[in-house]
């Protein structure tokens, strides 16, 4: 099992920044991908950025330049900067860990982070 807590979220001004953490623990040695999410009110869950062991970094194309993803070497803090916050990235930042258990293939969520951009 892996625990996933975020920490970092708050209330920003538009072009501002803030720096979401995600702090792993647990079997945090399965783990082989490692994301954020974030569901803004009234909308689904979507993608923001992604990391993994044999992939490249990806981002959805609407905070490409904005944000940036990073991890540390043992995938115990996924840590995601945001600058040049927008209204639209009003949301609930999760963190997403996926890890191989051996014989099965395990997802993880954290609660959330919430980020509130307004003047």
């Known amino acids: 099992q892996v625990q996933l807590v975020e920490s970092g979220g708050g209330v920003a001004q538009p072009g501002g920044s803030l720096t979401l953490s995600c702090a792993a623990s647990?079997?945090?040695?399965?783990?082989?991908?490692m994301s954020w999410y974030r569901q803004a009110p009234g909308k689904g869950r979507e993608l923001v950025a992604i990391?993994?062991?044999?992939?490249?970094?990806n981002y959805i194309d609407s905070v490409r330049g904005r944000f940036t993803i990073s991890r540390d070497d043992a995938w115990t803090t996924l840590t995601l900067q945001v600058h040049d916050l927008k209204p639209e990235g009003t949301a609930v930042y999760y963190c997403n860990a996926v890890g191989d258990t051996g014989n099965d293939r395990e997802t993880y969520w954290g609660s959330g982070t919430q980020v509130t951009v307004s003047e």
């Open positions: 647990g079997s945090t040695s399965s783990i082989y991908a």
């Open positions: 990391m993994s062991i044999n992939g490249p970094t």
